[in-house]
């Protein structure tokens, strides 16, 4: 499957819908409140798309149970917004969505936050294994006011951990600080122990480091930016940061606190998801978007 923007569930609702359904109910439809088979479709124009269980009586649509629930925007723009958010490398604003969608700014901006949401992954790790190098790096986004003469105040900077399988998965964090405790809570969860464990010298790495099969680290200082022919090096991890903070901090310029987390899921599922096409992505995309209700205000 390539992402084919001329297809017509990105803008015909009902073609949208039959999609949906036929993507999340393969094996027919499944009341989302009890789990019953024994649903029927609705008839009458208002209620298109509506199902009723003849086990629980609840009413349901494909949208029930979804990060597109209770939203007025119609389902084939969320189709077309997942997937051009799936397929573009850099990420994309909220205000070139909403030019694209034709919807508010507000709506948008709603929609891309929920669409991280579906992105994110249900349970993290564990990545590495046996054989396998798992890179730990750490960096600070934001902080930075360009012109410092009429700022208020330096907006605050906010520490993100990167954990990356060198073959495979990754996982980043926004942290509240860089000690050996916050650390080690993100690494115990996340990196099998039969990893060898790459990280700088941070001091924060000493302890955790040891419960590991090997720790390697790697002195910046020195300009010691590979040993061992090339083997002990952060490269993989520093890469990402360098990337994300052009790509993904360069669209949408400042990011909250509260939301960085979402971004930061955004940016892991690309790398994890590299090697796919941006249809399979965007598919996966819409996967994961069952089974999370999100609890911000809505935009309607
Ligand atoms: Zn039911």
Same mark, same amino acid.
């Given at each position: ?77 969320? !189709?077309?917004?997942?997937? +051009?958010? #799936?397929?573009? $490398?850099? %990420? ?104 060898? !464990?790459?990280?700088?010298? +941070?001091? #924060?790495?000493? $302890?955790? %480091? ?91």
């Amino acid at each position: 499957m390539t992402c084919d923007l001329t297809n017509p569930i990105f803008t015909d609702e009902a073609k949208a819908i039959a999609h949906m359904e036929a993507d999340r109910w393969p094996d027919g439809v499944t009341c989302p409140h009890c789990g019953s088979f024994n649903t029927h479709k609705m008839g009458g124009q208002t209620q298109a798309g509506m199902f009723l269980c003849n086990d629980c009586r609840e009413k349901f649509t494909v949208r029930t149970g979804t990060v597109f629930e209770r939203s007025h925007i119609p389902l084939h723009k969320w !189709l077309l917004a997942t997937h +051009l958010m #799936s397929a573009s $490398k850099k %990420g994309m604003s909220a205000l070139q969505l909403s030019r694209m969608l034709g919807i508010t700014y507000k709506s948008a901006w709603f929609m891309t936050h929920r669409i991280r949401e579906a992105m994110t992954p249900s349970s993290v790790g564990p990545i590495g294994g046996e054989n396998k190098v798992v890179e730990s790096d750490e960096t600070y986004i934001g902080g930075k006011t360009k012109n410092r003469a009429y700022a208020k105040k330096e907006p605050k900077k906010h520490a993100v951990m990167t954990l990356v399988d060198r073959d495979g998965d990754s996982h980043s964090f926004h942290i509240a600080n860089v000690k050996a405790k916050t650390l080690r809570e993100k690494i115990e969860t996340t990196v099998s122990r039969k990893s060898v !464990l790459m990280t700088d010298e +941070l001091a #924060s790495y000493g $302890k955790i %480091g040891g419960e590991f099969v090997n720790h390697l680290t790697v002195n910046h200082g020195a300009k010691e930016y590979a040993r061992l022919g090339g083997f002990v090096h952060i490269n993989t991890a520093e890469c990402r940061f360098s990337l994300m903070k052009r790509a993904v901090f360069g669209t949408h310029h400042s990011i909250s606190e509260a939301h960085l987390s979402r971004y930061l899921a955004e940016w892991d599922f690309k790398f994890n998801t590299r090697k796919m096409t941006d249809g399979e992505r965007a598919a996966l995309a819409l996967k994961g978007a069952e089974g999370k209700r999100l609890t911000y205000r809505q935009p309607h």
